[in-house]
T-cell receptor, first 112, second 115 residues
């Protein structure tokens, strides 16, 4: 079945440093979505990428979708303590119209 | 306020108990989901209902029984659970399928502990 691998599993940074998490799918995706889950909270949708090579920005966050639509990345510039949480990618594909396959997530902690 | 409300937020149950988790969405969506989130594991899709019809059932043990009486409500009935079933159970909804590019909106989750 479809698998989505996400690295790193954990990342600890000093406030102001940059952060990147990477997502790789075993199959070509129709779209990829990114979610953030604060400690003790629930996943909240951040963004969706659909087109090959697509790049989207949200303030300090930059999202990329690979040319082959099998990988994606999330980059945060100049992290802040409010960025703390687990960032999940979720790939749509694999023949099911309702199944998002989630990566294990990257837990980001930020030292003030 | 997420638009997807789950109750109870916390539940402790014995292995012989029968309990239910409830989910209600106020977003006018027509698809609803149950996900399981365990420590060190990816979010696992359990069930999907679209227009009250089950469209996904991902090899979930029969001790978990979903019910979708209408497009706004979703239940997960629990009976004879095992301690390894302890997890955060997340309800979600979407307007149409994720295959059509629709995003899902999660509830705050129900923390389940089986003792």
């Amino acid at each position: 079945g479809q698998q989505v691998m996400q690295i790193p599993q954990y990342q600890h940074v000093q406030e102001g440093e940059d952060f990147t998490t990477y997502c790789n799918s075993s199959t070509t995706l129709s779209n990829i979505q990114w979610y953030k889950q604060r400690p003790g909270g629930h996943p909240v949708f951040l963004i969706q990428l659909v087109k090959s090579g697509e790049v989207k920005k949200q303030k300090r966050l930059t999202f990329q979708f690979g040319e082959a639509k099998k990988n994606s990345s999330l980059h945060i510039t100049a992290t802040q303590t409010t960025d703390v949480g687990t960032y999940f990618c979720a790939g749509q594909g694999g023949g099911s119209n309702y199944k998002l396959t989630f990566g294990k997530g990257t837990l980001l902690t930020v030292n003030p | 306020e997420t638009g997807v409300t789950q109750t109870p937020r916390h539940l402790v149950m014995g292995m012989t108990n029968k309990k239910s988790l409830k989910c209600e969405q106020h977003l006018g969506h027509n698809a609803m989901y149950w996900y399981k989130q365990s420590a060190k594991k990816p979010l696992e899709l359990m069930f999907v209902y679209s227009l009250e019809e089950r469209v996904e059932n991902n090899s979930v043990p029969s001790r978990f029984s979903p019910e979708c009486p209408n497009s706004s409500h979703l239940f997960l009935h629990l009976h004879t659970l095992q301690p390894e079933d302890s997890a955060l159970y997340l309800c979600a909804s979407s307007q149409g399928s994720t295959g059509d590019g629709n995003t899902i909106y999660f509830g705050e989750g129900s923390w389940l502990t089986v003792v």
